[in-house]
T-cell receptor
């Protein structure tokens, strides 16, 4: 089955700095890669996603890049704010596998004011 | 729309007791999933369903059973709870094909003593 690895497990940045979280996946058939943000005690919520036919996607301060050859994708957050502090999860899924999401182990991002 | 709703939100069980977690979605989604979330391990798939009347095992199915008698509901059962099943449980649903965002319920915090 698919195996998704995520690094780092914790990340501390100063407000205004950039944050980068990286994930690798093992199944070359995976075609959908979402990123979820989970605040303490809350449900995971989608912040951005990318499909395998796209190399990069941006939404304001958030961007995701995908390298299919190397089987890795990354989340980039620019101009970080204290409200960005949360746990971020990457995931991979494939249509042939009933869109089951395989999640990374999470990155706890702390943005210091 | 309420989205995905889970009941109950919290529960404490004694070892050996049974319980059922209910997930309901009002988005007419075909696919539904049950995940468990443990510290440092991300979300792991327990069981999933690709339509009314269907269920299948995920990564960590032992000790759990599921049923999907109606399209909008997906039930997760613990027949004989064990301390190792102490976790936060999330239900999720997706439209199906093509791969799209998974919507999560608010979670159920289960403690088995």
């Amino acid at each position: 089955g698919e195996n998704v690895e995520q690094h780092p497990s914790t990340l501390s940045v100063q407000e205004g700095d950039s944050a980068v979280i990286k994930c690798t996946y093992s199944d070359s058939a995976s075609n959908y890669f979402p990123w979820y943000k989970q605040e303490l005690g809350k449900r995971p919520q989608l912040i951005i996603d990318i499909r395998s036919n796209v190399g990069e996607k941006k939404d304001q301060r958030i961007a995701v890049t995908l390298n299919k050859t190397a089987k890795h994708f990354s989340l980039h957050i620019t101009e970080t704010q204290p409200e960005d502090s949360a746990v971020y999860f990457c995931a991979a899924s494939a249509v042939y596998n009933f869109n089951k999401f395989y999640f990374g182990s999470g990155t706890k991002l702390n943005v210091k004011p | 729309n309420a989205g995905v709703t889970q009941t109950p939100k919290f529960r404490v069980l004694k070892t050996g007791q049974s319980m059922t977690l209910l997930c309901a979605q009002d988005m007419n989604h075909e696919y539904m999933y049950w995940y468990r979330q443990d510290p440092g391990m991300g979300l792991r798939l327990i069981h999933y369903s690709v339509g009314e009347g269907t269920t299948a095992k995920g990564e960590v199915p032992d000790g759990y059973n599921v049923s999907r008698l109606k399209k909008q509901n997906f039930l997760l059962g613990l027949e004989s709870a064990a301390p190792s099943q102490t976790s936060v449980y999330f239900c999720a649903s997706t439209r199906g094909i093509p791969s799209t965002e998974a919507f999560f319920g608010q979670g159920t915090r289960l403690t088995v003593v």
